[in-house]
């Protein structure tokens, strides 16, 4: 579909399952070169088809992020283009949750997401070569939902690294943005529908008939709605977009 991305150097995090997975496959389907990066892989950079690779890291360590980007910018090439798909979530009420989840949800999906972009983004301007950073915030970025605080608060934080580092780097050529996404159907979102039902009174099956009554579109997401809008921002057509946040949520959000 975007010729411009054979053979690029894609980095995705959380690339095991959902999203993350549903994004690794987009990229390979374009021919690019695509290391998947989740803390659920085996040790090391990991060859598994001729133009995919895994590497086991867990994005809250900082060493671990910086050996990573080095490890593969020596073997494979300067990583151009960075897709944090790497999170995780608690359920709870604002009263009931514990500064354990709290730091969880921060440390995963706010700070995770920030280091390795600060890795990538150095190495990017260090060689003086452009490139693409595409943060997985969510429609949580942008709105407060009921028993997700600590959730909410850490995807608020991914929208402003964005912004700023946008700005920080626009003049170097590196675009960063955001998508947002709605109801995404993933390993996650069971979870949670569980999880969330539980302390709603709910069951799982009623959460996801209630989450499809919210979306006007009809339906619920899959990773593959989202995997598109990735290719897109790392795409040509998108060159001139920086600092957004993208919401991808069958219209459920529209700010
Ligand atoms: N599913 C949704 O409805 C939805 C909506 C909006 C945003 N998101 C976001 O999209 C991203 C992917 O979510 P998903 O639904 O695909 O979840 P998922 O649980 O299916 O996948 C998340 C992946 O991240 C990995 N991971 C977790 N902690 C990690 C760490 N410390 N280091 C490295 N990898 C780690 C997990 O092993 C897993 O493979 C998350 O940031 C999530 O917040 C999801």
Avoid at 6 to 23: D, N
Avoid at 36 to 55: C, K, N, V, Y
Wanted: aromatic share 4%; glycine share 12%; with cysteine.
């Amino acid at each position: 579909m975007f010729d411009e991305l054979r053979g690029r150097i894609v980095l995705v995090t959380g690339g095991a399952s959902g999203i993350g997975a549903g994004i690794v496959d987009a990229f390979l389907g374009e021919g690019s070169t695509v290391i998947s990066a989740d803390l659920s892989f085996p040790e090391g950079l990991l060859r598994r088809q001729e133009h995919a690779w895994t590497i086991r890291l867990d994005v809250r360590d900082e060493d671990a992020v910086a050996d990573a980007v080095s490890q593969i910018g020596e073997r494979l090439g300067t990583i151009d283009t960075l897709v944090t798909a790497a999170g995780t979530s608690t359920l709870g009420f604002a009263t009931e949750t514990t500064s354990a989840q709290w730091d969880l949800n921060l440390d995963v999906n706010a700070k995770g997401s920030f280091l390795v972009a600060k890795h990538v983004a150095a190495r990017l301007v260090d060689q003086e070569r452009t490139g693409r950073i595409v943060f997985i915030s969510s429609q949580a970025g942008k709105n407060g939902y009921r028993g997700m605080t600590a959730y909410v608060a850490s995807k608020h934080a991914v929208l402003g690294v964005t912004k700023t580092m946008a700005t920080e780097l626009a003049s170097r050529g590196i675009t960063v943005n955001a998508i947002c996404p709605g109801i995404i159907e993933t390993p996650m979102k069971h979870r949670e529908r569980i999880e969330g039902g539980a302390i709603r009174g709910m069951t799982a099956e009623e959460v996801a008939a209630e989450d499809r009554s919210q979306v006007p579109l009809g339906r619920t997401g899959t990773p593959e709605d989202v995997a598109g809008v990735a290719l897109f921002l790392a795409s040509d057509l998108a060159g001139y977009m920086t600092g957004q946040g993208i919401n991808v949520t069958g219209g459920m959000t529209m700010h």
